[in-house]
């Protein structure tokens, strides 16, 4: 009896070293919680260890959510939003609180793993006119000396996560790849700052991108699965874009002296919905072939071994900016409630993702164009307009999940999204003769008829101005049209 305890005690240590031994180099994932209704935090961990992710990476250093990672095992990188940036460049002491509150407090007991601070997110990003250039180099220093005085700076390594267009090529071979021309002493100097701190260089890769800007990109070259007319770069075979741009990394790395810099992919991924190349079986075939393609630590052309990634995204996040696109919205291997999206195989045994438990929704009803009112209603126009600017209408237009809705369902989608995002609030279901609550679901094919999920502020919600404020304002919308007329 004594000897089968201790062999099966044994065969768990085993089991538990080889655990540690596979997931080394797992794949992790982005938690972003920009939603109107964030799973609770406690959920978000049992989420990521029943799917085997070992590596979060976050946009923020919010409390609640650290706190739930504590004593996870899960390996942590922390962000820094961008709008700091300008405080921690000009702010020794800013930067020292930061680490102290963000970091050192987490730490220090020891229960939060966190490996990495990410100064900034994509602050080279053109679309940000240069805003975040001056401060995100001394941002970084600032964190680091910050990390070097709290005793940290030996576990936990500062980055950057930057988009792939700080560099280029010019030509489709990767070796022709360098930093962009116009930021290069800049890229430089961060590069050789990371490199002596032994930091890692973190990029975002997004085929999907490539796809959206440029309609003749070939769509085969985006994935995984063979691409008729391969790039030839002087032997080195190229037949998916993601080795191309982290090899011209490689390249651009190499060529400045940094040809062993370790390299961290920030995102990868693949949309769901809002755009005509956003949706399940692309988002599948990507995210699937990826974690074949890295697995076996075949990597890349210029480095094989095993690639470092984190997916984007963990769950969707339906109060993100769109400004990106409608897709922006949908980025989740997971539905805003947890549910898997399809099946993928993240590397562990099982075949599928596991959903999140224990998941509180409200209850089953839903806001809809009463069948007594007329698509054509003048009030339809600001009423819908008024709902999806408060709520998430991304679902809707050329090429969604919710593309085939005839116009009375489209307006009765838009209703919905704004009654689900007011936590069903009965004020919030009061569109000018236009609208009614149903316990029918509405739901038509794959578009579906949300129903939010329950959180602290749901169950909150007492004393409300919204109907007046709804009046108000569809009032100003209306007002135009009134003094046409
Ligand atoms: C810690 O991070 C949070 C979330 O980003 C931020 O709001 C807060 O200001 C930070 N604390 C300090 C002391 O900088
Ligand atoms: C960048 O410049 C464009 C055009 O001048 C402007 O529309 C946009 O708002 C600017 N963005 C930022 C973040 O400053
Ligand atoms: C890169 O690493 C290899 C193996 O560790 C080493 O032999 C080589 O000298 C390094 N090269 C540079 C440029 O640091
Ligand atoms: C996953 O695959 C199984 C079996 O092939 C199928 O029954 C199930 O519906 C799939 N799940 C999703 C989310 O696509
Ligand atoms: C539904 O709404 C979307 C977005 O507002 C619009 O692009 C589409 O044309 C509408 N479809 C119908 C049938 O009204
Ligand atoms: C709603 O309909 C009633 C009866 O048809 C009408 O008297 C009232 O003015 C309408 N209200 C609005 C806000 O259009």
Known sequence: MGLLVLNFGMAIKILLLFMVVNTVHGIGANWGTQASHPLPPPSVVKLLKDNGVQKVKL??????????????????????????????????????????????????????????????????LSTYNGTFLATTFPALKNIQAALIKAGLSNRVKVTVPLNADVYQSSTEQPSTGNFRPDINDLMVEITNFLSLNGAPFTVNIYPFIS????????????FFDGYSSPINDNGRIYTNVFDANYDTLVWALQKNGFGNLSIIVGEIGWPTDGNLNANIRLAQRFNQGFMSHISGNRGTPMRPGPVDAYLFSLIDEDAKSIQPGNFERHWGIFYYDGTPKYNL?????????????????????????SPSASPQDPQVVPSVSYACSRADCTNLGYGTSCANLDAGQNISYAFN???????????????????????????????????????TNSMNEGFSLEPVNMLLQMLMLLLPLLLIK
């Open 59 to 124: 946009f923020d250093a919010e409390s609640n959510v650290l706190n739930a990672l504590r004593g996870s095992g899960i390996e942590v990188m922390v962000g820094i939003p961008n709008d700091m940036l300008y405080t921690l460049a000009n702010s020794v002491d800013s930067a020292e609180k930061w680490v102290q509150r963000n970091v050192s407090i987490h730490v220090s007991s020891n229960s939060v793993d966190i490996r990495y601070v990410a100064v900034g997110n994509e602050p080279f």
């Open 211 to 222: 796809l959206y800007n440029d309609a003749n990109f070939p769509l085969d070259y985006a």
């Open 345 to 369: 195989s993240l590397g562990g045994n099982s075949g599928g993702l596991i959903a999140a438990s224990n998941i509180k929704y409200l209850p089953r009803r839903w806001c809809v164009l």
């Open 417 to 455: 999204s704004y009654y689900q995002e007011k936590n069903q609030l009965d004020s919030a279901c009061k569109f000018p003769n236009l609208s009614v609550i149903t316990t029918n679901d509405p739901s038509v094919g794959e578009c579906r008829f949300k129903i939010m999920i329950q959180t």
